[in-house]
């Protein structure tokens, strides 16, 4: 078979007019083709596979010329059961679904699963200061690689190529303290109900503070790069508009909504984990365009590391603090640490209930296998991710397993926009305006 | 065993020493059979035969105390010009959370007065959740809507029932466009058929999905895994306790 005939395509004809297969350097047939029938509107299916649709997206653009005059997304096609298959495990295995949602944020995407599991079981007062601080660290140090992505994809997809590599490059940084602290690069399941899995190893802090010096170098060549680059601002200015009125309406958080000069964040607005300690800013701007964003998200990326720096301050002075709740029903049995063949046993544990404690062992098992139960009842904990505003409606039936558990991804709410921030521009533009979005499939389709 | 209460002759004696009555009322949705709920293979605890409601907080009585109060003024106000003084069923407060039940027919002109009314301006929809209840008669479907108010702060739960029976609701995207694929989602994981909705479509799942999978009836699928000689149920099948 020919490599220019796609098989699932189906016929060339169809009512709506002739049906082109677009492989790649073949613009010419088509504009042929289109020229024998006088024909200017167009129906481009663009996706779910292509690299500037930020994962598996599926546009489909209706275009007079390059002009987009509708503009509709197809999602779905990430869609896992996430949820779903949470009803199946107990509350704590709950954190190793949630987090594997938007990848790209996976502390965020635990953290408010944990927030409304802990606010049912009623213990937000008694999670360990040090628990605390240490889920601020991880979600900034997360915000920042988060921001990274978004700036490097973005800027790769208006072939800003050095944008994408040095994005990546700090990115990888960030990364590294993360498989530091949790052991793993992304997919973490670090933050607990009742703190946070493992305290933090030795020698983290010192990488910290040396990325926290790395960065604050690094993160200028983004401004230097960018900020009044001609033709990245040429790009992105006046691109992919949406004033505060469509946010709201469209239900617009996070940096789309700060650009629009709505200085709405709510780690300053409801605080959380005791944002309220931080010394920092909630950075806006005010053209409600792609640029806009780009720039509220660099200038957060400032934010973050001074969150991050004072974070660190602290940690150094709370040295052996616990990390989970001290309610027995709820921790989790031992502080596994991670021995010499690497595996995440705490042999003084194993020689408790081996040894000496049979109701050691019963208690070990049964909170292990059956879990704990959370009361009935149902909350929603909204946090501020990188994307807008992440909540998770956590409902409970008493039980030992999460009745429901809703997740309100800002990107599946943000990607709305699509329509409303690409008709009527030019074609190329569309691509701009959902980078500003900044969707990730796997938070749209769960 | 006697059907009969206990006699309690210290409480007639002494009407002082009557328990103080339960602060919040509560709700029953269903109960748990035996001591860990599991299912196909026998309780050995010994409390086999163990039956417990699964409660719900129930409805909170006035005051509620802070805004809450405010906020239900403000509506019973605003509905009321709409012709909707029924529309709140019945509030409950639970972990510092406000829930309105408000009754299907009314959800349009509850919406628009939490969205209009300068008392209550709550500017932002965080999106539709639906929940499945199999064991709440008459009420199994629920659409749960959170608020947010930025120019007051606030945060308010706004929850809708219906019967499975007849799944039908109103839309509120004409009042909060952001509801457009939330409401679709919750179409396609409940089949909560929102009316008025300007395309309900399937959005998470193949157009030519069967069944709405996030119900309590749907199961989760999955394949017995082997490995090593053993097998290993799918998920939805393995003991379990709950």
């Keep these: ?446 | 065993m006697s059907d009969k209460t206990p006699e309690q002759p210290a409480v007639d004696q002494s009407p002082e020493n009557v328990p103080a009555p339960v602060g919040q009322s509560v709700h029953q949705v269903g109960e748990r059979q035996g001591m860990f709920g599991v299912s196909g293979t026998g309780d050995t605890s010994g409390y086999g035969g163990l039956t417990s409601a699964i409660l719900y907080p129930g409805p909170a009585q006035r005051p509620y105390g802070g805004w809450y109060d405010d906020v239900a003024d403000a509506l019973t106000a605003a509905t009321l010009g709409a012709g909707a003084q029924h529309a709140v069923e019945s509030v409950v407060i639970h972990r510092g959370e406000i829930t309105f039940h408000v009754r299907r027919e009314d959800i349009v002109a509850v919406m628009r007065a939490l969205r209009d009314d300068p008392a209550l301006r709550f500017e932002l929809c965080s999106g539709v959740s639906g929940v499945h209840y199999p064991d709440d008669a008459g009420r199994e479907l629920h659409a749960v809507y959170h608020l947010l108010s930025m120019t007051h702060n606030r945060r308010i739960r706004v929850e809708v029932s219906v019967p499975d029976a007849d799944p039908h609701l109103p839309s509120t995207v004409a009042i909060y466009p952001t509801n457009d694929w939330h409401e679709r989602e919750t179409y396609d994981m409940f089949g909560l058929i929102f009316d008025g909705h300007p395309a309900l479509t399937r959005i998470l799942m193949p157009d030519d999905w069967p069944g709405h999978p996030q119900r309590k009836d749907y199961p989760l699928g999955g394949i017995p895994v082997e490995y090593k000689g053993g097998t290993i149920p799918p998920p939805d099948q393995r003991r379990s306790y709950n």
Excluded at chain 1, 389 to 409: C, I, K, Q, Y
């Design chain 1, 1 to 446: 078979m020919s490599t220019d005939q796609d098989i699932y395509a189906g016929a060339s004809e169809t009512t709506d007019g002739k049906v082109f297969t677009v492989t790649g350097q073949d613009w010419d047939s088509i504009a042929q083709g289109l020229a024998e029938d006088g024909e200017e509107r167009i129906v481009v299916n663009m996706g779910p596979q292509h690299p500037s649709t930020h994962g598996v997206l599926r546009l489909i653009l209706e275009l007079e010329g390059e002009t987009v005059t509708e503009a509709r997304c197809g999602i779905g096609y990430l869609h896992t059961g996430i949820e779903k298959n949470m009803e199946y495990r107990s509350w704590v295995q709950g954190v190793t679904f949630c987090t594997r949602m938007d990848y790209l944020s996976p502390f965020f995407n635990e953290m408010t699963y944990v927030l409304g599991v802990e606010k049912l079981l009623d213990i937000e007062d008694q999670i360990p200061e040090k628990a605390e601080v240490m889920r601020v660290l991880l979600m900034e140090l997360n915000r920042i690689s988060s921001h990274l992505v978004c700036i490097a994809t973005g800027g790769m997809e208006i072939g800003a190529l050095t944008v994408m590599t040095i994005g990546f490059r700090e990115r990888e940084l960030v990364l590294d303290l993360f498989e530091l602290i949790t052991g793993l690069r992304m997919n973490h399941a670090f933050i607990r109900p009742g703190g946070v899995a493992q305290d933090l190893p030795p020698g983290a802090l010192d990488e910290i503070r040396a990325f926290i010096a790395l960065m604050k170098k690094r993160l200028p060549e983004y401004a230097a790069l960018c900020n009044a680059n001609p033709i990245f601002k040429g790009r992105l200015v006046d691109v992919g508009v949406l004033d505060l009125e469509g946010c709201l309406a469209l239900g617009l958080t996070g940096p789309p909504l700060r650009a629009a000069g709505y200085p709405w964040d709510l780690r300053k607005t409801q605080p959380y984990s005791g944002y309220e300690t931080y010394d920092f800013d909630v950075q806006t701007w005010d053209t409600a365009d792609s640029y806009g964003r780009f720039r509220v998200r660099l200038a957060e990326m400032w934010e973050s590391l001074k969150i991050i720096e004072q974070a660190a301050e602290r940690l150094a002075k709370m040295e052996g603090a616990p990390v989970m709740v001290a309610d027995k029903k709820v921790a989790w049995p031992s502080q596994l640490s991670i021995g010499s063949d690497g595996m995440g046993n705490s042999l003084d544990h194993i020689r408790h209930i081996m040894g000496e404690s049979m109701e050691g062992l019963i208690h070990h098992f049964k909170l292990v296998t059956e879990g704990f139960r959370v009361p009935a009842g149902q909350a929603y904990v909204p946090i501020e991710s990188p994307r807008g505003e992440l909540g998770a409606h956590v409902v409970s039936d008493g039980g030992t397993r999460p009745f429901r558990a809703h997740f309100r991804d800002p990107s599946f709410t943000n990607l709305q926009a699509t329509s409303v921030m690409s008709e009527g521009g030019m074609v190329a533009d569309v691509i701009v305006a959902i980078a500003s979005i900044d969707p990730v499939m796997g938070g749209v389709d769960r």
